[in-house]
């Protein structure tokens, strides 16, 4: 018989806390790995250099200068995405859970999954649009059973419909 493991993700833009999940063992979830990146909670301001001039770079091949679309605090937040994906892919990789359960705000969310990978894209179970990352094991234990026993009633009920 094989046993479901999950990884639980519950992250914001400054903090992502990694959980181990066996619904059939545990009465509460474990927590795994806790990552913090205040930098993505600073001010625009605070995380721009303070240089004056223009570097090599911000220049085209013409000589014409130019400035980034993107807000710093934005750029942080892509780089704390790809350190939490770099940390999902090597929990996955160790062969000891099979899917993810993603529990986030939906902002935070939606850039999560644009960069996610096709392969932890398609391991991801479940999405939950809420900023958790305050929570104790112990409410987030009661809040992903109550989750996971609707989303089973639901597929029994949609099994059960493509049966008849």
Known sequence: MIVERYIVLVANASIAHFYALIPS???KIQIIK???HPASREKNLNLVSDKH???KTDYNSRGVSFLSDTEPK???KEKFIRQIIGELEQMMNNALHHQIILISAPS???KLNKMLTPHLYSQVKQRINKDFTSLSNIELTDILKAKMKSVAKEQHVVS???TR
């Open 108 to 110: 935070f969310m939606g």
């Open 34 to 36: 806790t990552i913090t």
């Open 160 to 162: 059960s419909m493509t």
């Open 53 to 55: 001039g223009s570097s």
């Open 74 to 76: 934005e750029v942080e």
């Open 25 to 27: 063992k545990a009465k």
